[in-house]
């Protein structure tokens, strides 16, 4: 909580607050900040926060495919973030999504990522894609992806 007050005549302002929190859009968290010292450090390292940093990086130099813009939620998120033109995936590890998506927590990945590839697969982006468990733990393989039809 940030105080403004008067000292010697002169409007002087104060944190009081001093605790991190988590800042909150629409049931997301966006970003989560700290104070130091009296200065403010927001730490984008949520899920939005993650892709709002990759919009500011990109300064739309990625281009995508017309299609793109027929996926939405999960599928369209790991298009925007892997898939740019100036990207040429042919193999993702699935620890990169899980992290990316802070999904560690959550049981059912596995099949919300399987859905957003058949999402991206079939709105034309990607010809194919294969999930490869290693080891009998999804965390821990990768898909190869095809994106010969683009």
Partial sequence: MIETYQYNGQTKTKINKTRPETVKVENCNFFNYE?????LLAKFNTFLGKLYAHNLLTLNTDWFEQDYLKLNGYASAIY?????????????????????FGFANNCRYP????????????????????????????????????????
């Fill in 35 to 39: 104070i130091d010292n009296g200065y």
């Fill in 80 to 100: 925007r973030r892997f898939f740019s033109t100036r990207r040429k995936v042919e193999e993702l590890e699935l620890r990169d999504l899980v992290e990316f």
């Fill in 111 to 150: 099949a919300i990522i399987r859905q957003a590839f058949e999402d991206i697969k079939n709105a034309g982006l990607i010809n194919d894609y294969k999930i490869i468990v290693n080891g009998g733990k999804f965390s821990k393989g990768y898909i190869e992806v095809d994106k010969s039809s683009k």
